[in-house]
């Protein structure tokens, strides 16, 4: 095994020459091949049902069931144990479900083989073909499936280009950077048109740089194509950014589905509040539920405001705010404006991260809050100890049952 | 593939003086063992040959060719080679699936079989050899067990044959290309296999575009070695082999022990150890011998 930190060293070179060189080449390619083959494929409707997996005692995968719509982007988001990496394995074949299925296009697919199966797959570790080259890789798929040479020829040139490695064609596979094995993979991945593709952590061994710019790349392509994705990850921030919708996975279990904006904006829970970054979560006792508002006194007697779900019930809950919707005022005064929750407290420390500054202000009686203010002109850090004021919009915090 | 995480003094210590590795002191022993034990008498051997031959250069340069082109050398050149090609292509048929099994079971099955391959390993070529002859003999396991099946009507001639020198060596052999096998097939990852699967290629396909030629190169190891073996085996073919099926190795016992010719002797040795040193060197260039033993 080729530890991560050589690999690195190498990294930034070959991109940098790729990103360079790529461009021009594959303009020129553009205008001497012919159109592509078929430039969308379209995806296919995949519905989970009950999808449950057990090893021994422990249930990894316990009734699983979404709905994928053709073309969409959908990932399965969760820590490592959760088991997302087990439910696309039941999708791809490879793992056989204790119960549940899989239907593609309204077809239950539990009796075909991995192999009958015809969606594209990228692995975490890419799986390259060591001994093939970059074309042979590229076309092992249609090979696979008996084409016509001219057909796959036509096809992988196509292929290659789309994800800009025409150059590198005849490379053995074994000399590429991470990043350009990665693409090879993608491509191996969609060169047959497949109707979905499943993507597990694909791009988990790439560094931070590189990991953007393909987030961008295989959104762009899956677009282009108009293809299904399956997607795993533990990164949030390459799930919001790639994803139509998101699947929180945690125990075996889905706890939320939705947009991006809507699961970062309004988790079900404490633990989608938690995942999908940075949360506060005071808590403290649900009072009356009135229309949209509820209330929610904090041991100190302090009353908040904030919307609420539908599952918060009168007793033990959380009022969650994301840190970056706090404003943080220097002094004492309390807001009288209905619409806005205000809190007093004491800066405990600041933190610079660079774009902005992070506080963390002790309160009385709750846990210290945590405050993102934007490291913008003129803002200079409070000093440790000062008296200041939260105060943010009770349309935009949220209260969450407390967790169990 | 090793990263060093140096503290600053050890790396301030590894470029201000150039680092000296005593670790080839270890070596020394049997260094000095292969040397004394190996080499020199193999030297001395073939140097005798020349000292004592008593005759002008060009005396023994037609003796010698005598020899090399003579029917009994031929004839044992190719028996010796068709006998090892047989036997590396059986001993592979047979080892394959083997290896492959053991790279994949698990459980009680494996510990059986790396037994039953590993065991015989330590005991003498010569009682395994016996062993055989019991089995298949006349009146032998083999055929007394068939005759009582009613399979045959008269026993086979399994052994004192060209027959039983390939079962016997094929047997002894087995391990060399199990092992190898094994280590290779140990070493292709398994993703590729669900990979290739994943992608829409069958189980056949699977196996002949990316499993065996991920193997390959335990095959040529382990033919390689078989092959090496089997050009200098002597007492297999002597015990289970009838009078066609003399190997070089036993042309030159007979030089020894019976005609007392030693230069003939050194000179089929030579011969021998040269076209094992050539198998070798081809055995060198595609095989990475430490990561046979396992080292990464």
């Given at each position: 095994m080729v530890g991560p930190e050589p690999r690195e060293s190498q990294f930034h070179m070959v991109e940098m020459d790729t990103v360079l060189e790529q461009r021009p080449t594959r303009a020129v390619v553009a205008g001497l091949?012919?159109?592509?083959?078929?430039?969308r494929a379209g995806g296919s409707a995949i519905e989970l049902r009950g999808l449950t997996k057990r090893y021994g005692e422990e249930t990894?995968?316990?009734?699983i069931a979404a709905s994928i719509a053709p073309g969409e982007f959908f990932s399965l988001l969760?820590?490592?144990?959760?088991?997302k990496t087990t439910t696309l394995m039941m999708v791809a074949g490879f793992v056989h479900p204790d119960g549940g299925t899989v239907l593609v296009d309204g077809r239950?697919?539990?009796?075909?083989p991995p192999q009958k199966r015809g969606f594209g797959m990228v692995f975490q570790n890419y799986a390259?073909?060591?001994?093939?080259n970059v074309f042979e890789n590229i076309a092992f798929p249609l090979r696979a499936r008996h084409w016509a040479k001219d057909m796959i020829e036509a096809r992988v040139s196509w292929a290659l280009e789309l994800v800009q490695l025409t150059r590198f064609a005849?490379?053995?596979?074994?000399?590429?950077s991470g990043g350009q094995q990665q693409r090879v993979a993608l491509a191996r991945a969609i060169v047959f048109h497949p109707p979905l593709v499943l993507m597990d952590?694909?791009?988990?061994?790439?560094d931070k740089n590189l990991r953007f710019e393909m987030q961008v790349e295989i959104k762009e392509i899956q677009q282009r194509l108009g293809m299904t994705v399956l997607y795993v990850t533990h990164d949030q921030e390459e799930a919001m950014s790639m994803s139509d919708r998101i699947a929180i996975m945690n125990r075996g279990r889905i706890y939320q589905v939705g947009p991006p904006g809507e699961v970062y904006?309004?988790?079900?829970n404490p633990f989608v509040a938690r995942f999908l970054g940075e949360a506060n979560l005071i808590e403290g006792t649900v009072m009356a539920k009135g229309g949209e508002v509820a209330r929610l006194q904090l041991p100190s007697g302090q009353e908040l405001r904030a919307l609420h779900t539908n599952s918060c019930v009168a007793g033990r809950g959380m009022l969650f705010i994301r840190p970056e919707r706090v404003e943080i005022v220097p002094g004492t005064a309390a807001s009288g404006d209905p619409g806005v929750n205000a809190l007093a407290g004491n800066v405990r420390r600041c933190s610079f991260l660079g774009n902005i500054l992070r506080y963390a202000v002790d309160l009385e009686g709750a846990a210290p809050i945590t405050v993102d203010l934007q490291?913008?002109?003129?803002?200079g850090p409070l000093p440790t100890g000062a008296p200041v004021v939260l105060r943010w919009p009770v349309s935009n915090s949220l209260i969450l049952p407390a967790e169990a | 593939m090793a990263i060093t995480v140096a503290t600053p003094g050890a790396v301030f210590e590894a470029t201000s003086s150039a680092p000296r590795d005593?670790?080839?002191?270890?070596m020394l022993p049997s260094l000095a063992m292969l040397i004394f034990l190996f080499l020199v008498p193999l030297a001395l051997f073939f140097v005798r040959t020349f000292t004592e031959f008593d005759g002008s250069t060009a005396e023994f340069v037609e003796q010698a060719r005598d020899l090399l082109l003579s029917q009994a050398y031929l004839t044992a050149l190719g028996t010796t080679n068709w006998i090892s090609l047989i036997v590396t292509v059986t001993v592979l048929l047979i080892s394959y699936p083997i290896a492959y099994y053991l790279t994949t079971a698990a459980g009680i099955g494996v510990h059986v079989v790396v037994l039953s391959i590993v065991l015989?390993?330590?005991?003498s070529i010569i009682v395994r050899t016996f062993s055989w002859m019991v089995l298949l003999g006349e009146h032998g396991l083999v055929n007394d067990l068939l005759l009582a099946a009613g399979l045959i009507n008269a026993p086979l001639s399994?052994?004192?044959n060209r027959l039983g020198v390939l079962i016997g060596m094929s047997y002894v052999l087995l391990p060399y290309m199990v092992l190898t096998l094994y280590a290779a097939m140990r070493s292709i990852d398994p993703s590729l296999l669900r990979a290739s699967a994943g992608l829409g290629a069958s189980g056949f396909y699977t196996f002949r575009r990316v499993y065996f030629p991920l193997s390959l190169p335990g095959v040529l190891s382990g033919a390689l070695i078989v092959y090496i073996l089997s050009i200098g085996f002597f007492i297999t073919p002597a015990l289970?082999?009838?009078?066609?099926?003399?190997m070089i190795a036993m042309l030159i016992d007979r030089a020894l022990?019976?005609?007392?010719d030693w230069p003939s002797a050194a000179l089929m040795s030579a011969t021998l150890l040269l076209v094992t040193l050539a198998l070798y060197a081809v055995y060198y260039r595609i095989t990475d011998i430490r990561r046979l033993i396992g080292a990464r």
């Open positions: 091949v012919t159109p592509a083959p078929i430039a990894v995968v316990d009734t969760g820590p490592s144990g959760s088991g239950d697919i539990a009796a075909v390259i073909f060591p001994h093939l005849d490379r053995d596979a074994r000399q590429l952590e694909p791009l988990g061994a790439l904006e309004r988790p079900a490291n913008a002109a003129g803002v | 005593r670790t080839f002191l270890l015989p390993y330590f005991t399994l052994t004192y289970m082999g009838g009078q066609h099926d003399i022990e019976v005609a007392v």
